[in-house]
């Protein structure tokens, strides 16, 4: 038999052997999901059964940062002429200018996380002593932060952190660094204060009042972050088995952290995330949110700025901590968080000491919400996200 033959007799027995090829499974196929979906207020749980008037005084105050946006310009002018407590007056004003959409997750559902958050307050010094020996630091000069938008419009939201090494931009120092023996921040401290537990969860809240020994208050406010992501120390006990779901609450947190004191600072440590704060003038009861504008207890909430416009109202239905018991609130959006992604997702501000923090702190409920948008406003997501 020749060679040609050959080689087209084995290529005919190969071929006739071989198994046909397994056809490819279909891909699944992406569903884009609206962000908002515009309702009715008779959509809104026991909306003629709010109280809107608190809730248009906090509005109110946004309108210092957002009267001059041609969106706002209207509504802000409007709400001048309502009577200040008249519910009835405030609920009118919000039906007769506004529209209510619901937020929707990426999936299509309807429903998100709620947290709460408030202000701490702690004894603190001045000065360093045997009884305030923990350090909080104003924003240190060698922490660079990095803009990329003009290179790169869709990172307009993000920022980078770092400090200069040699002639390379490395990372911030993390938060075990920081507390750590090396000491990288001496000179930048603000003020001391006695427990390193209550100044670690003074960092998860952003900010915080400081009871001096004379008898001054004085109130802090975030300033800048190191740049690393924040982690979930929580979410570490659970994966543990330190704590049940059931058992987590801040409170019970901080309890875990005093009884194990070895494990509980390699614990604090595994959140590398570090906040650096300012000091606000005397006087200050409240400290502003990332508007600007002075918080209000229980009607400002943190939100997603990518998905909410910052000093809009927005209804919120969730319960109350730790409960069944219906939170349903015209609240406005007026400040955002380092773990405050998503669109249906926020965290309630519950004001000032150790009651709002026994709130807050035990608060992680589900719930929906609808964002109030001028009814001459077009939501389109790309604008929303640069409000």
Same mark, same amino acid.
């Given at each position: ?239 543990? +088995? &330190? ?5 987590? %609450?801040?409170? *019970?947190?901080? @309890?875990?952290? $005093?009884?194990?004191?070895? #494990? ?46 910052? +000093? &809009? ?5 969730? %319960?109350?901590? *730790?409960?069944? @018991?219906?939170? $349903?609130?015209?609240?406005? #959006? ?54």
């Amino acid at each position: 038999m020749k060679l040609y033959h050959f080689v087209i007799l084995v290529l005919l027995v190969l071929a006739g052997c071989a198994q046909p090829p397994t056809p490819p499974l279909p891909q699944p196929v992406a569903v884009e999901v609206e962000p908002l979906r515009q309702v009715t207020f008779s959509d809104l749980p026991l909306w003629q059964e709010n109280t809107p008037a608190a809730a248009l005084d906090t509005f109110l105050n946004s309108c210092r940062a957002i009267a001059r946006r041609p969106e706002w310009t209207e509504v802000c002018a409007e709400s001048l002429f309502v009577a200040a407590g008249d519910e009835q007056a405030a609920r009118h004003f919000f039906e007769n200018y506004f529209s209510p959409w619901q937020l929707i997750n990426e999936d299509g559902t309807e429903t998100g996380t709620i947290t709460g958050y408030y202000v701490p307050e702690m004894a603190g010094s001045r000065v360093r002593d045997e009884l305030y020996r923990y350090p909080l630091y104003s924003q240190p000069a060698d922490l660079l932060t990095i803009d990329l938008s003009e290179v790169y419009p869709e990172l307009a939201n993000y920022r980078l952190r770092g400090r200069v090494e040699g002639n390379r931009v490395v990372p911030y120092f993390e938060r075990g660094e920081i507390d750590g023996s090396a000491q990288p921040l001496i000179g930048n401290e603000l003020f001391w204060v006695a427990d390193p537990v209550e100044l670690f969860f003074l960092h998860i809240q952003g900010s915080g009042r400081i009871l001096l020994p004379d008898g001054e208050k004085v109130m802090l406010n975030y300033a800048n972050q190191n740049g690393h992501r924040y982690h979930s120390i929580g979410k570490l006990l659970l994966e543990r +088995g &330190a704590m049940s779901r059931d058992q987590m %609450s801040m409170q *019970n947190i901080r @309890k875990w952290v $005093n009884e194990n004191p070895i #494990a509980g600072r390699e614990l604090l440590d595994e959140n590398p995330s570090y906040i650096f704060f300012r000091e606000l003038e005397i006087g200050v009861e409240s400290p502003p949110g990332a508007l600007g504008i002075t918080l209000s207890a229980e009607r400002s909430l943190a939100v997603d700025r990518r998905s909410v416009p910052l +000093g &809009a109202p927005v209804f919120l239905a969730a %319960s109350w901590p *730790n409960s069944d @018991k219906p939170l $349903n609130r015209l609240m406005v #959006a007026q400040d955002t968080g380092g773990a405050i992604k998503g669109r249906v997702r926020a965290d309630f501000f519950w004001g000032l000491g150790a009651d709002a923090g026994a709130l807050a702190g035990r608060m992680k409920q589900q719930g929906r919400m609808w964002v109030l948008l001028p009814k001459t406003m077009q939501p389109a997501p790309e604008a929303l996200s640069i409000r």
